[in-house]
C-alpha cells in the first residue's frame, strides 16, 4: 500500500523558516513527480513546489510564483524521501501543507495520484 507521511509542520514566526519532509513508501517512487500542494481554509489547494527526473537521471524542479526564491524542494532517492525548506515565511504561507505523487508527468494540477494526510504550517507573531 502507497503510504505518504508528511512531517515538520508548526507554528513559526514571519521571516522564520521551516522544513517539511514526506516519507514514502509501498513501491519506488524513483520514476514519480513528487509534489507539495497547500490549502489555506477557505481556498482551494494550490501547487507550492514538484520535482522530477528524467531517464538521464537530471533532476527537474518547480515552483510556484508565490514561493520562488523562498522555497526549496529536494529528493533522496535512496531514502523514498522529499523535502521542501521554506525560508522567508510569511502569514499568507499559512496553511495545510500535502506532499503528493503522481506517475503520468503532473506537475502543478491538483491531480496526483496520491497523498500525504498533510501538515499544518502556521506563520504568526
Known amino acids: 500500500q502507497v503510504q505518504l507521511v508528511e512531517s515538520g509542520g508548526g507554528l513559526v514566526q514571519p521571516g522564520g523558516s521551516l522544513r517539511l519532509s514526506c516519507a514514502a513508501s509501498?513501491?519506488?517512487?524513483?520514476?514519480?513527480?513528487m509534489g507539495w500542494f497547500r490549502q489555506a481554509p477557505g481556498k482551494e489547494r494550490e501547487f507550492v513546489a514538484a520535482?522530477?527526473?528524467?531517464?538521464?537521471?537530471?533532476?527537474?524542479?518547480y515552483y510556484a510564483d508565490s514561493v520562488k526564491g523562498r522555497f526549496t524542494i529536494s529528493r533522496d532517492k535512496a531514502k523514498n524521501t522529499v523535502d521542501l525548506q521554506m525560508n522567508s515565511l510569511q502569514p499568507e504561507d499559512t496553511a495545510v501543507y500535502y506532499c503528493s505523487a503522481n506517475a503520468r508527468g503532473i506537475i502543478s494540477t491538483p491531480s496526483y495520484d496520491y497523498w500525504g494526510q498533510g501538515t499544518q504550517v502556521t506563520v504568526s507573531s
Open positions: 509501498g513501491r519506488t517512487f524513483s520514476s514519480y513527480v
Open positions: 520535482i522530477r527526473w528524467s531517464r538521464d537521471s537530471i533532476y527537474y524542479v
